[in-house]
């Protein structure tokens, strides 16, 4: 097990991002018995039968929290005859943050704001009227809190014609953009997840709730499956993204950190 990740995952992949989804498209049969933690160098460290897990660039799989790095064990003790990457969504995660956001934390930044300035939340259906009530009831109390908690007041509009929002309330919501490059990571996957950087900003916050933020980020897809049914590749499809997004709420929860100023 010299190499964990080229064992499991392929041959290396120089860049990282796509090292991280290298991780989705392959199975290996489990090898080892147990999957511990050891601390190490201010950092926990996951190991596999006593030996060290490496991310696709060849870093140290380490977490800067105990529960964090128990819970990434736990996903690996949890495999059973193959390793399953869509079940280390963890793992995953901490590639990304160790091989890429630590890097290129001024970029992973300056991409949650572009979704400040043009957030899912601020464009709103204007039809039918049960849907546009159930983006209000779902949208609009994370808008309060931005309003009256940061200052930050949204112009919304309804389709998909692109509104210019005040300054001051993009301003408003990126000094909230995490700085520690882990929970800046969780933002970033939240916010791609959800479309919504509000969302994910609102769940670093601990202004909503996990499941309130999930409600909040599905209002349409709920809508079109209520109005044409259920498609079971899709419902496959959103549970998959929810164990991503679970681990992005378990950063931020461990993993304590202050935002940009």
């Not at 105990?66 to 003790?77: D, T």
């Not at 990457?85 to 590639?95: D, F, S």
């Given at each position: 097990m010299t190499n964990l990740f080229e064992d499991i995952f392929g041959?290396?992949?120089?860049?990282?991002?796509?090292?991280?989804?290298?991780?989705?498209?392959?199975?290996?049969?489990?090898?080892?018995?147990?999957?511990?933690?050891?601390a190490t160098d201010g950092a926990f460290a996951v190991e596999l039968d006593g030996k060290p897990v490496r991310t696709p660039a060849r870093r140290l799989l380490a977490f800067p929290t105990?529960?964090?790095?128990?819970?990434?064990?736990?996903?690996?003790?949890s495999q059973v005859a193959?390793?399953?990457?869509?079940?280390?969504?963890?793992?995953?995660?901490?590639?990304?943050?160790?091989?890429?956001v630590e890097e290129a934390?001024?970029?992973?930044?300056?991409?949650?704001?572009?979704?400040?300035?043009?957030?899912?939340l601020l464009y709103r259906a204007d039809g039918p009227e049960r849907l546009v009530a159930r983006q209000h009831c779902e949208w609009d109390p994370i808008l309060a809190w931005a309003r009256e908690a940061h200052g930050a007041r949204f112009v919304l509009?309804?389709?998909?014609?692109?509104?210019?929002?005040?300054?001051?309330a993009v301003a408003a919501m990126r000094r909230l953009i995490p700085l520690s490059p882990w929970r800046l990571g969780a933002?970033?996957?939240?916010?791609?997840?959800?479309?919504?950087?509000?969302?994910?900003?609102?769940?670093?916050e601990q202004a909503i709730t996990a499941d309130?933020?999930?409600?909040?980020?599905?209002v349409d897809e709920n809508w079109n499956e209520e109005l044409w049914g259920r498609d079971d590749v899709a419902v496959t499809r959103r549970a998959l993204r929810r164990t991503e997004f679970d681990a992005a709420v378990d950063v931020l929860r461990f993993v304590p950190g202050a935002a940009l100023s």
């Open positions: 041959e290396p992949v120089t860049d990282p991002n796509e090292a991280a989804r290298e991780t989705m498209r392959a199975r290996r049969r489990r090898f080892y018995a147990n999957a511990t933690v050891r105990l529960p964090l790095a128990e819970r990434a064990a736990a996903e690996w003790q193959f390793i399953d990457p869509a079940k280390l969504p963890l793992t995953r995660l901490a590639n990304t943050v160790i091989d890429a934390h001024a970029e992973v930044a300056a991409d949650i704001a572009r979704y400040i300035a043009s957030d899912l509009a309804q389709g998909v014609v692109f509104v210019t929002q005040p300054e001051t933002v970033h996957v939240i916010t791609t997840l959800t479309g919504s950087a509000l969302i994910a900003l609102a769940v670093a309130t933020a999930w409600t909040a980020a599905h």
